[in-house]
């Protein structure tokens, strides 16, 4: 059965979505079938996948209000073993009408659970706040990764996010777990940095995610392009970072492994990347509805109104 990983942070712009796009992206290369789920009505994980904005597709919106099976909302994506769950800007409408809705919390598990045989890891990127979406994924999820900034602010923050997975846990999800916290954005030349990353691992110990995600220019760049920095730039800092975090995961989670993985850029030959270790698992069966929606998706219903998302920062 795949773990089911949620990419979560209340607190904005510390590169949730970037962390998600591109660790599922390194999963993948990595020759593990890896399924991103797009939980935030923002879409960023959708278009910086390549996916165009589609009224007519099936969503994560319809999954939560149980318009649709998750089977039939599955897309392909430009890496062979790495698919995704698109997101739309109605699923901002979820919050509300979902507070009278019966088993509201559990609604992601429930649609997700006939995936998890067909995938070995599953990326929940989640909104930044701590809202009805953010709890679905959570309760769906086996763990929970936190990227956060070296700064003191996002101390602040993450020990609201700590209050939050207990809370779940004595309530919703008693097996949540916290999967790591990785560093983004991260300059280890500052002091604020060398001193915020002494108090995560006093704090978190074997929990601080040894990988650290510098900032890079690359990395800013892909999602304009609809591209994961690895397809976009395989040999940038940032690319490299993330193969890094995803090998730290697979080790943790996926002890069989085999040898050196390698990852193909499109119309070059293949890139050995020595920073990662493919798992030596036999690839399941894919489902038929994973390669193209059916014909009946366009008649999933619509929401009556359209609800604009708000602006916030991925």
């Known amino acids: 059965?795949?773990?089911v990983i949620a990419v979560a942070n209340q607190k904005g712009g510390v590169g949730k979505t970037t962390t998600a796009i591109n660790l599922a992206s390194s999963f993948a290369a990595a020759e593990v079938n890896t399924l991103l789920v797009d939980c935030d009505p923002q879409s960023n994980a959708t278009s910086g996948l390549g996916l165009v904005k589609d009224?007519?597709?099936?969503?994560?919106?319809?999954?939560?209000?149980g318009a649709a099976m998750a089977q039939d909302a599955v897309q392909a994506t430009e890496l062979e073993q790495l698919w995704i769950i698109p997101s739309h800007k109605n699923l901002i409408g979820a919050n509300l009408e979902l507070v009278d809705g019966e088993r509201r919390e559990f609604r992601l598990r429930d649609t997700l659970a006939p995936l998890r045989d067909l995938f070995q890891f599953i990326v929940l990127d989640c909104p930044p706040a701590l809202?009805?979406?953010t709890l679905n994924a959570l309760v769906a999820a086996d763990a929970v990764l936190i990227p956060m900034q070296a700064e003191y602010f996002a101390l602040e923050g993450i020990s609201e996010l700590l209050d939050t997975v207990e809370r779940?846990?004595?309530?919703?999800?008693?097996?949540l777990a916290i999967e790591g916290v990785v560093l983004t954005m991260f300059d280890e030349r500052t002091n604020l940095a060398q001193q915020v990353t002494a108090e995560l691992k006093r704090f978190f110990g074997e929990k601080l995610?040894?990988?650290?995600?510098?900032r890079n220019i690359r990395l800013a760049e892909a999602p304009s392009h609809g591209k994961p920095a690895l397809v976009y730039d395989v040999r940038s800092r940032g690319a490299e970072s993330y193969i890094r975090l995803a090998k730290e995961i697979i080790s943790h989670n996926l002890p069989a492994q085999q040898p050196e993985a390698e990852i193909a850029e499109p119309g070059e030959q293949a890139v050995p990347v020595g920073e990662i270790s493919a798992v030596a698992t036999e690839a399941p069966p894919e489902p038929a509805a994973v390669q193209e929606i059916p014909a009946e998706a366009s008649a999933v219903p619509e929401p009556a109104a359209e609800v604009e998302a708000m602006d916030k920062t991925a």
Request: proline content about 10%.
């Open 168 to 175: 779940i846990r004595a309530s919703l999800n008693p097996s």
């Open 131 to 133: 809202d009805l979406l």
């Open 209 to 214: 995610c040894s990988t650290s995600i510098p």
């Open 1 to 3: 059965m795949g773990r």
């Open 55 to 65: 009224p007519e597709r099936i969503s994560t919106y319809h999954l939560l209000m």
